[in-house]
């Protein structure tokens, strides 16, 4: 467990912690010199049942409370000290706020300096503190009277704090690892030390960790838990980390860094969040305003766009977008606060909802409904009321490294009776029933409207009917939805063409001729580089209109392909062609135009055609100097020829 301690300056913090552990925190001589806590400082404990009880000790300075926050973020239970003689102070009022809008709801009060007081001194300051509590989620937290001069109540203290250790929950450490880093050093002979507390997950000596969100890969050399050496190191736990790494820097590690499971790197500077305005604010926060944000360790600026109306009223609770100066390695979940401009007081705190937002529409209904549904605290039910208010689908692979999901609360989401699930590009995909029938009949009701305007094509391609009739879909889903509709008989897919069953087109008596004896022996004798529509009409004597409308109207019935301006190419030879790619595909990963052109024999610019044409298609995607295939569509031109 871990204890943070918190209160105004000159309370007796650092001394309470070092009459209950025998640690002076204070390391720093500046610290020992003006006899304030400047840093934050540590002190562990052994306690009975063989557990460590680690103390965070921050400093209650008013132009320290940055430091202070960064301490508090993470702790399990608060260690509120309060002078009898002074009672609560400013400090004392700012710290409680502090601490209610990260969630913090497990504490204890040391009321210190009571060898300074009479005991209806005392009570007078205890009952100031009750006051200052109720409606705080510390409200009702035990008090006890203690003296670190005389050693009067540090035992009884003491106890507490190992009885409420032995009766805590550890954390779950299913989910993947992160440490918010809150220091950093070199020791000769060692190397890198970084130091923080465990939010999820465990590490051990050999992992590999990212730096982020600057992103650079570190290698786990050896670990502490608790102020111990350990084979490991869990989620709650204090830990000090030796880095290795060709990429690892002290110079490039800070206070607010994480150190991180690679699946978790996500920075972003744009963060959807649910924010409490603190009641005791004379104005309300409004729209763009400039903030100091606190996240785990960090402390960065930027600016408040409120999502409803212009502002948040004082004691409100309203959703927020953070715009940040400097990105944050943030997850769903996560508390933060802001303060002012100047960095002069709290303003406020909350939570994260979504960490990658739209860069437009954040303030459209859906989007504001769809936040509306990630700010339930359970996993579960965030999923089930947010797949009504999504017309994409909630992608689970997604969701489950930025939310930083338990394998088995995937596999709960993954199992979700009320949704329909299909495949994704990083995982299954979640979408509400009655959102996936309208799809469905949105995809009919598109294709109908091609056939009625264009009865002489066959219908669109599969990219096409996307862009078409659910453009939001991601193109996995949308296959499956067209796979779903073609097991239904509801859509025939001919080739690359998709069309209703009962839509068939043909062509005259004279244009079959013309196509099956004159036209098609042309294209047939040089498959890869077959003539142009001028080429032909001049071999043939034809006019130049008449062989490009047929051609068009065969193009349309999925006979041709059109793969660059008046270039038209057999169904055969587009498949063979798609043969081609995948096997290249499957030799280096992806297909590029100088071996794709070596393979069909052809100049540099018919090859060039030809791919850029089976990107329009959705068939491939250029990388780079290279296409990137994907398989199944491709094999659908296979299975048409057969």
Known sequence: MIVGTAGHIDHGKTALVRALTGVDTDRLPEEKARGITIELGYAYQPTESGEILGFVDVPGHERLVHTMIAGATGIDFVLLVVAADDGPMPQTREHVQVLDLLGLTRGAVALTKIDRVSAERTEHAAVALRSLLAGTGLAGSPMFPVSALTGEGVSELRRFLHQIARQRTPRASGARFRLAVDRSFTLTGIGTIVTGTAYSGSVRAGDRLLISPLGREARVRAVHAQNQPAESGAAGQRCALNLAGAEVR??????????????????????????????????????????????????????????????????????????????????????????????????????????????????????????????????????????????????????????????????????????????????????????WKTLRERVLAALADEHARFPERLGPDRERLR??????????????????????????????????????????????????????????????????????????????????????????????????????????????????????????GEACAAKFRDRIGGGRKVAIHILEFFDRLGYSHRVGDGHRIFHDTLLGLEESRS
């Open 467 to 588: 862009r078409i009739a659910a453009p939001a879909l991601s193109r996995p889903v949308f296959a499956a939805l067209l796979d779903e509709l073609t097991a239904r008989g509801q859509l025939v897919r001919t080739g690359p063409w998709m069309h209703l069953p009962d839509h068939h087109i043909r062509l005259s008596p004279d244009d079959e001729t013309l196509w099956h004896e004159r036209i098609a022996p042309l294209l047939r004798a040089q498959p890869f580089s077959p003539p142009r529509v001028r080429d032909i009409a001049r071999r043939l004597d034809l006019p130049e209109d008449r062989v490009r409308r047929l051609l068009k109207q065969l193009t349309g019935m999925g006979d041709v392909f059109q793969v660059a301006h008046d270039h038209f190419f057999t169904r055969d030879a587009v498949t063979d062609l798609a043969l081609i790619l995948i096997d290249l595909a499957g030799r280096d």
């Open 250 to 435: 002290r110079q490039d590690l800070h206070r607010g860094d994480w150190l991180l499971d690679p699946a978790l790197h996500f920075p972003s500077s744009r963060l959807d969040v649910e924010l409490r305005v603190l009641a005791a604010e004379a104005q309300p926060l409004r729209h763009w305003l400039p903030v100091h944000c606190h996240l785990g360790a960090s402390d960065t600026t930027g600016r408040l766009a409120v999502l409803e109306g212009d502002a948040i009223a004082p004691g409100a609770t309203g959703l927020a977008q953070l715009v940040l100066d400097q990105p944050l390695a943030a997850l769903r979940g996560d508390r933060f606060i802001v303060r002012d401009q100047s960095a002069q007081r709290t303003l406020g705190g909350g939570w994260v909802l979504d960490i990658a937002p739209p860069a437009r529409g954040r303030r459209k209904p859906q989007r504001l409904a769809l936040l509306r549904a990630f700010a339930h605290p359970d996993p579960l039910e965030a999923v089930r009321a947010a797949l009504g208010a999504t017309e994409s689908g909630l992608d689970l692979g997604l969701l489950s490294r930025q939310w930083n999901l338990e394998p088995t609360q995937e596999a709960a989401l993954a199992a979700l009776p009320e949704a329909v699930v299909a495949p994704g590009p990083n995982g299954p995909v979640l979408l509400a029933p009655d959102r």
